[in-house]
Nanobody
Framework: QGPLVESGGGSVQAGGSLRLSCVPT????MAWFRQVPGKDREGVAA???????TYADFVEGRFTISKDRVKNTLYLEMNDLKPEDTAMYYC??????????????????WGQGTQVTVSS
């Protein structure tokens, strides 16, 4: 499948939007996580190949995870960004256990991350 590569991060003001991308796709489960220095990596959203999605509570309807099969790309559309969304965002693939989809431990593959910075 090749290594996971994220893109699309950047700096925006609060209330702004960003769309993160991750290639390649091809696993049954893929997800987005985020991490700030000194804190554990936390799950943001996960997507199963049949379209089932799982979101963290803090997303509150602001983010959408999706996949373009033709472009072989996973997306995270983020709207109404808040300063607390500032973090390094990581793409993950290949879930070993579905009991804790938004926990980081069960995922086998990770990208290098893309930084998202939201200013107030």
């Amino acid at each position: 499948q090749g290594p996971l590569v994220e893109s699309g991060g950047g700096s925006v003001q609060a209330g702004g939007s960003l769309r993160l991308s991750c290639v390649p796709t091809g696993w049954i489960w893929m997800a987005w996580f985020r991490q700030v220095p000194g804190k554990d990596r936390e799950g943001v959203a996960a997507l199963r190949s049949d379209g089932k999605t799982t979101y963290a509570d803090f997303v509150e309807g602001r983010f959408t995870i999706s996949k373009d099969r033709v472009k072989n790309t996973l997306y995270l559309e983020m709207n109404d960004l808040k300063p607390e969304d500032t973090a390094m965002y990581y793409c993950a693939a290949d879930l070993r256990s579905t009991s804790r989809v938004l926990a980081s431990a069960p995922w086998n593959y990770w990208g290098q991350g893309t930084q998202v910075t939201v200013s107030s």
